[in-house]
């Protein structure tokens, strides 16, 4: 049996993602290959990385070469909804693997599901659905969105405003503003002026970012109404200093203190990282994925070298790791795993560096993401 | 309508900052024929500076207003003696590659040791707080933005248009050789002129720093736009450019309310439209 | 009597921001003759060039060409029609050769300008039209020279005879002489002489031998109006003319 | 203008045997790509921008026209096509079609508004434009805004050609670039390839000599933004997705830069630059954050020491025009 | 202020003799060798005039005095100061000034600013209202555009800007092409009394006629060489020559 294993980090090293994913995502990658503990049973293991540069051709042009050139058996990371989508294409085309941890669309288990992808850590059925039910329950009964005008935007506030409505909230407004705007200062007045209890931002990147630190200015939060990021970051939290962020609401799957386990990964990864950075939750699902994947190799006695079967066989073994906690992975590719709710703490409720969130509400594993009744994943039997 | 009211104040806070930046790039257009691609860099660069200032040496807002652009004008000038001063006479594109070159290198230099999220800023505290003018919360930072950028950018009108300054710069960018044999120390100038703007640029970004992320793409989204009221304005127009800075402002932040999805097309609509009906831009002299 | 005159001007005008560069300028150009328009510096005539050949737009007046009335024709149209300018700074295109210059001119009359499908081996049949061209005006050896090498006399040359390819029936010319040595002097006006045979001609030009040798009318012009009109004799009396632009030391 | 071109090179019968020898070597180099190794997929790519920058060459070289948004050509046709193939179920050649269909429509009226801009103004009205027709296409369900149109079918050309298959699609697009670039080649050494480079070179006397030059210039644009679109077309085939990417105005800017990097106004410079920046957009991929670093000083240098582009300098040395 | 400056300078030019002295100059374009070693001199007070064939080398010459040619060896001495070396700005501000052939008026300066633009490098310039009096077409057309000027206007304002700034050896490049006789007659005047007020003048000119009513001294340029050179009372003696020189 063939026992080499080549893995292709594939993620954005040089633009808006690069903090969150980027090198700390080769590094993630690094060290599941170090912990899994396979090369001393005689495994042979090459990590590669490259920067897409957040463009879909470039995506597909080194995903082919590399399946075709470099021999690449997995593909890890790869943020962006585009560039996922496109490298999901080639994989299930030359029947390689794809586990993605950045991208947010829930189209990669849905309409676009294969045989080939999983998708681990999070998607935007899941963001919407968790904080959506979480802050209506806690009282945030009326809404209003800020939502980034493109595909990705209308998916969050659509996703966002059915669970709304489901926990028996209310949307009172939303507006549309365009990608990559500098200045929110327009919106923000809008939403002010809306009297909304909770202030959506259906956006993501500079985006929301900007969106929070023109908020904290206009005193949007100190009025009295509460900012729910829909898709954020702890790479964000941090750019944005606890001062602005403080009281933002927001769900991720992974923590770097939720346990013990997650504080001795995240101490370990943390010494490595440039920055000193703590890993984010996409850094953190490529160590998780890679892991798992491993095990299922090992368990299949050799690397055969072939996608679909591979991935089968990781769908068939339940998961299991210090980071996400137990968990299954779906027939669609889906990786079901329990959402937190997070809540900035305030600057004199930190204790340290990187101490930022409380934990506010967990949404169970079963619950969190799409079920499958109301999936069109062609590998979903009904 | 008092939304209206409050949508015009912000279109023209907005509008300063395009009005500031815009400026420099005026200068730098206008008298050197330099289409300045690194702008959005130096501007970045601005904030970062800013930022170092207070993290690293404890200087407050205040000083960094003054420190940063001379640090990035000294920065720039030296970009100008060493490289941008070899294009004199050749194709506008040139200027343009070489600086879009530039801008790429102190981008990725500070992505590479900032990351790309960026870093906090705070409003100074004499500058925190609000007032409520009834219509609208102003945050009291952002009325400073107005009333500083407009002050700058009259005396940056005066020292071009009014002094023999302008009149040098225009002759120079036109006939370098026959200014300097009349006795003017061209590349001197031309490098001082390049500074001014570039601090110019710099301003800007310790004025946006407190507003907006200090991210290393922060010049890069804003670039284009900055392009486009350049050229509405007349290209190299120091009034045109100020002007259609602060109008632009105003009118993107009318089509935030009326028809939000537009605004950012907005601007490239206006500039296709002035471009239709005044071939050289608002104010612009023949080209 | 459309047919003496081969170009005519009525109550022309030009008015840049309150100043009349040009005003109310009657013209009669005889066709077959070398008309000269003489004048101060300033006063108009590379305006009233402009306005003829529709690179100015006349603020009033009519134009007429050949009993056509071209007030308000396109340049290229204008051109077409057989009215050719040259310009006071000497027009060629630069990076071409002499002989592409030449040829230039020779497509345009000739068709297959548009034809992008097409070699342009297909403009070697007008190779031996344009060295004859360059022959009349003494450009022989620099035919295949590009014109940015050729002295200052030689382009001024070149301009002439790409204009002649465009079998013109009316030539403007403004300075042909200008920054000219003495030998170019002679052999252009030569040239101008052989040519006014078939072509009528209007001209600017300082170089008063030149204008007295060549012309068969002369206008003078100041501040935009006609002052004077007659040949060069009767011109040299005129006390007018004599203040206004030949100056006190002219015999 | 002040002359973007290298302007000292003799245009002689010469001249055109050289490019005819060049062109021969070059169509048999890339001919042999599928047989030596080399990554084809890299190549078709880059074949793709190859003939974009010609396109866009043909423009500014010979036309003077720098325009600053030739990727809304590229991008257009990419979706247009994407949308044929993908949602129209048409079969490639028509997919072709119907792309390039779009970007010779897209440039009447593009060029219908921005032609009798001079210079500068042009290049930014050009630019206004595609920035436009950017949102459009951000906003417009049909490109599926940041995802782009994605599996794109490849099909089999005339029933026959199975695109699947890399060798025969490689081939494919081999022979539409070659169809392309010899066709570009043939404008510029046409009768009306002429009329725009003296139009380029004095646009007044040009006019004074009875050409309606906006015609030609129009022309000029409408014939660069149509090859432009078929460059687009020919990219879905290989990239099988159609993205925002391609039409953002960082893409113009790159057709810019492959064409200058080779050679602004020479034949095979644009070939040259598009080899060398998708190379390096492939190459760097993998030193991570420096990319972009050494990228910008890969343009710094090549502006400040070769300024006439890669083929430009070779062809000055030995004083040939390519 | 003007009155004493413009006394002392026939002071400076009887002491100083000597004011340019040109040897062994040779001048390139690029790769073009265009002067040969071009040796003159000109003396404090002299009107010296460079005849020569459309493309001898006498722009060139005025150009390389100037500073502004590329590569340039040999010696050019200025009031016994060596300037082969200097770069153009400090050539004007040691008090030469230099009206280009090609008029080089800016099209983005208006009359005035065209006017006013050269700095003043020491007393002793014409006043405005002189050069008004010169030239009353410019007063005219003072806020309009320098390059929308006539031929001849833009060959007066070329003149006119460099009177201004006190510079007091003028090197003027065929200043009356294009002027109406009756300018040339003026022009001819004023370099007259520019002269008689101690200003030296080089001048190139292509209209022999015009520079026999101003010229001290002549040299004849051929093929960037000087190959003739004599005063303007030998002209009569010279006049065969010059027609084989110059196809006069
Ligand atoms: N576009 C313009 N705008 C404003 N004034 C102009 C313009 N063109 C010409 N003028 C003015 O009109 C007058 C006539 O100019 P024109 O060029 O016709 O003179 P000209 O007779 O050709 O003189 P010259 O012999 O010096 O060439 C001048 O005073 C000039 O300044
Ligand atoms: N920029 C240039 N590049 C290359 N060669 C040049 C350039 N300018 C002038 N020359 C050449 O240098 C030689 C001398 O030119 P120069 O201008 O000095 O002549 P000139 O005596 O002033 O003639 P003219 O009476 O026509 O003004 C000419 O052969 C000319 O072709
Ligand atoms: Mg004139
Ligand atoms: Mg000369």
Not at chain 1, 135 to 157: N, P, Q, R, S
Not at chain 3, 151 to 177: F, H, S, V, W
């Amino acid at each position: 049996q063939d026992k080499t294993i080549k893995i292709g980090v594939l993620t954005d090293n040089s633009g808006l993602y690069a903090d969150l994913g980027g090198p700390g995502s080769t590094l993630a990658a690094q060290m599941a290959i170090e912990d899994a503990g396979l090369t001393a049973k005689g495994w042979k293991i090459d990590l590669i990385s490259a920067d897409h540069q957040n463009k879909p051709d470039i995506g597909t042009a080194i995903a082919r070469q590399w399946i075709d050139v470099e021999k690449v058996d997995v593909f890890m990371d790869v943020l962006n909804s585009g560039v996922a989508l496109a490298v999901n294409n080639v994989v299930k085309e030359k029947n390689s693997i794809l586990i993605d941890t950045g991208a947010a669309t829930s189209d990669l288990t849905n309409a676009q599901c294969s045989p080939n992808t999983i998708h681990w850590v999070y998607d935007t059925y899941m963001l919407a659905n968790s904080t959506g039910q979480a802050l209506v329950k806690a009282g945030g009964d009326t809404w209003y969105f800020l939502t980034a005008d493109y595909a990705f935007g209308h998916a969050l506030e659509r996703d966002t405003t059915a669970v709304v409505l489901k926990s028996g909230g209310k949307v009172i407004g939303t507006v549309k503003h365009p990608l990559n705007t500098a200045d929110f200062s327009s919106f923000l007045l809008q939403a002010q002026a809306s009297k909304a209890k909770i202030v959506g931002m259906a956006n993501a990147g500079g985006d929301t970012t900007n969106t929070i630190k023109q908020a904290a200015e206009f005193g949007i939060v100190s009025g009295g109404q509460k900012l729910a990021g829909l898709l954020l970051f702890i790479t964000d939290v941090h750019a944005l200093g606890l001062k602005v962020a403080q009281g933002l609401n927001f769900t991720e799957t992974f923590y770097w203190d939720l346990n013990d386990g997650t504080r001795a990964f995240s101490k370990r990864f943390s010494e490595r990282m440039k920055n000193k950075a703590m890993p984010s939750m996409v850094q953190a699902g490529v160590y998780s994925g890679l892991l798992h994947y491993f095990k299922a190799l090992e368990a299949m006695g050799g690397n055969p070298h072939d996608g679909a079967k591979v991935v089968a066989k990781m769908k068939e073994m339940p998961t299991d790791d210090q980071l996400f906690g137990k968990g299954t992975i779906r027939a669609d590719g889906r990786k079901l795993h329990p959402a937190y709710l997070f809540e900035v703490k305030k600057p004199e409720e930190s204790k340290g560096p990187w101490d930022y969130y409380k934990l506010i509400g967990t949404t169970a594993a079963d619950q969190a993401f799409r079920p499958l009744s109301e999936s069109v994943c062609p590998l979903v039997k009904k | 309508m008092q939304a209206l009211y409050a949508q015009l104040l912000v279109g023209l806070i907005n509008g300063s900052f395009y009005a500031l930046l815009s400026l420099g790039l005026a200068v730098i257009f206008g008298m050197l024929n330099i289409i300045n691609f690194a702008h959005g860099a130096l501007y970045m660069m601005g904030a970062f500076v800013a930022y170092f200032l207070l993290n690293l040496g404890g200087i407050n807002y205040w000083w960094a207003l003054l420190l940063a652009p001379i640090i990035v004008g000294i920065f720039g000038m030296i970009l100008e003696r060493t490289m941008l001063q070899w294009l004199t006479g050749l194709d506008h594109l040139y200027g343009l590659l070489l600086t879009f070159g530039i801008a790429l290198i102190v981008q990725g230099v500070f992505q590479n040791y900032f990351g790309s999220s960026g870093l906090p800023y705070a409003i100074p505290d004499q500058l925190r707080g609000g007032m409520n003018l009834g219509f609208m919360f102003l945050p009291v930072y952002r009325g400073w933005v107005v009333v500083f950028s407009l002050a700058v950018c009259l005396a940056t009108w005066f020292l071009i248009e009014k002094t023999q300054l302008g009149a040098y710069l225009r002759a120079a960018t036109e006939n370098p050789t026959l200014v300097r044999a009349f006795g003017i120390n061209v590349p001197r100038m031309i490098t001082l002129t390049y500074g001014l703007g570039v601090g110019l640029a710099a301003l800007a970004g310790v004025l946006s720093a407190p507003i907006n992320q200090v991210r290393p793409l922060m010049g890069a989204d804003l670039i284009i736009v900055v392009f486009a009221v350049v050229v509405i304005g007349g290209m190299g127009s120091i009034m045109g450019s100020i002007i259609t800075g602060f109008a632009l402002g105003v009118i993107e932040g009318l089509t935030k309310y009326f028809y939000p999805e537009a605004s950012n097309t907005v601007v490239f609509v206006l500039m296709v439209l002035v471009l239709l009906v005044k071939p050289t831009g608002l104010t612009g002299r023949a080209a | 009597m459309a047919d003496e005159f081969i170009l005519e001007t009525e109550g022309l005008t030009k008015e840049f921001a309150g100043f009349f560069a040009v005003r109310d300028v009657a013209l009669k150009v005889r066709r077959g003759s070398i008309h000269a328009l003489i004048g101060p510096n300033g006063a108009g005539k590379t305006t009233c060039f402009n306005l003829l050949t529709k690179f100015l737009k006349p603020s009033a007046g009519k134009i007429l060409y050949k009993g056509q009335d071209i007030t308000a024709m396109a340049p290229a149209d204008v051109a077409r029609m057989g009215l050719v300018r040259s310009f006071q700074i000497s027009a060629v295109f630069p990076h071409l050769t002499a002989l592409e210059n030449v040829r230039v001119a020779l497509q345009r009359q000739h068709g297959s300008s548009f034809d992008f499908w097409r070699s342009k081996t297909v403009l070697n049949r007008f190779n031996d039209r344009a060295r004859e061209l360059l022959n009349d005006v003494g450009l022989s050896e620099f035919a295949n020279t590009p014109a940015v090498e050729m002295p200052y006399g030689r382009k001024r040359a070149l301009e002439i005879a790409t204009t002649l390819a465009l079998d013109p029936e009316m030539m403007l010319l403004d300075e042909p002489m200008a920054g000219m040595g003495h030998e170019d002097i002679d052999k252009i006006a030569a040239l101008i002489k052989r040519i006014s045979a078939k072509y009528t001609i209007l001209m600017v030009e300082h170089n008063l031998s030149v204008v007295a040798n060549l012309s068969d009318i002369i206008t003078v012009l100041t501040r935009g109006q006609v002052l004077a009109q007659g040949h060069y004799s009767e011109l040299t009396k005129d006390e007018r003319v004599k203040e206004a632009y030949l100056g006190a030391g002219h015999a | 203008m002040t002359t973007l071109t290298d302007d000292t090179l003799p245009a002689t019968p010469r001249a055109m045997r050289d490019e005819m020898i060049v062109f021969v070597v070059m169509a048999l180099l890339l001919a042999s790509v599928p047989f030596t190794g080399v990554y084809p997929f890299f190549v078709m790519q880059a074949l793709c921008f190859a003939l974009l920058a010609c396109a866009f060459n043909l423009l500014v070289g010979y036309g003077g026209l720098l325009s600053f948004g030739h990727a809304m050509f590229l991008g257009t046709a990419g979706y247009c096509s994407a949308h044929a193939l993908k949602v129209w179920a048409l079969p490639p050649e028509l997919g072709i079609l119907v792309g390039v269909a779009a970007a010779f429509v897209l440039s009447i009226v593009t060029g219908y508004i921005s032609i009798r801009r001079q210079g500068i103004y042009f290049s930014m009205i050009t630019l206004a434009l595609s920035q436009l027709l950017y949102f459009i296409y951000l906003q417009a369900p049909f490109t599926h805004g940041e995802d782009g149109i994605q599996g794109i079918p490849q099909g089999r050309m005339f029933g026959v050609l199975d695109l699947s298959k890399p060798t025969v699609l490689y081939y494919v697009v081999l022979v539409g670039f070659l169809a392309g670039f010899l066709l570009i080649v043939r404008i510029i050494n046409s009768p009306f390839g002429e009329v725009l480079k003296s139009i380029r070179e004095n646009e007044q006397r040009a006019i004074s000599l009875g050409y309606r030059t906006d015609q030609y210039k129009f022309l000029a644009f409408v014939l660069s933004g149509t090859l432009a679109g078929f460059a687009g077309a020919l990219k879905v085939f290989v990239a099988q997705n159609a993205s925002l990417t391609d039409v953002h105005w960082t893409m113009s800017g790159e057709v810019v830069l492959m064409t200058l990097v080779g050679g602004l106004g020479t034949i095979f410079g644009p070939v040259v630059g598009a080899f060398v920046i998708i190379a390096m957009q492939q190459y760097l991929a993998g030193f991570g954050q420096w990319v972009t670093v050494i990228q910008g000083a890969i343009f710094v240098v090549c502006v400040l020491t070769f300024r006439r582009g890669v083929i430009g300098e070779i062809a000055h040395y030995f004083r040939r025009s390519l | 202020m003007p009155d004493t400056a413009i006394a002392e300078a026939p002071a400076r030019a009887a002491t100083g003799g000597n004011i340019l002295q040109v040897r062994n100059l040779e001048a390139w374009y690029g790769e073009s060798h265009i002067l040969h070693g071009i040796n003159f001199d000109v003396n404090a007070g002299e009107v010296v005039t460079l005849l020569g064939r459309n493309g001898a080398g006498k722009t060139t010459t005025l150009k390389s005095i100037m500073g502004i040619i590329g590569k340039r060896t040999g010696s050019v001495r200025f009031n016994n100061q060596e300037i082969i070396r200097a770069t153009s700005d400090r050539i004007a501000r040691m008090g030469v000034a230099f009206c280009p052939e090609e008029r080089g008026i800016f099209s983005s300066l208006d009359v005035r600013e065209n006017l006013m633009l050269p700095p003043v490098v020491r007393a002793g310039g014409l006043p405005l209202d002189q050069i008004f009096e010169l030239f009353p077409n410019l007063k005219e057309r003072l806020s309009s555009q320098g390059t929308k000027l006539s031929g001849g206007e833009q060959q007066m304002l070329a003149i006119a800007r460099i009177l201004r700034t006190g510079a007091s050896f003028l090197m003027l490049d065929e200043p009356t092409e294009g002027l109406a006789p009756v300018i040339i007659q003026q022009i001819g005047h004023t370099i007259a009394r520019l002269k008689k007020e101690g200003f030296t003048i080089l001048l190139v000119e292509q209209n022999f006629r015009f520079a026999s009513t101003v010229a001290d001294r002549y040299y004849v340029v051929e093929h960037g060489k000087i190959i003739d050179g004599f005063s303007n009372s030998e002209l009569a003696a010279n006049m065969d020559k010059l027609h084989t020189y110059l196809g006069v």
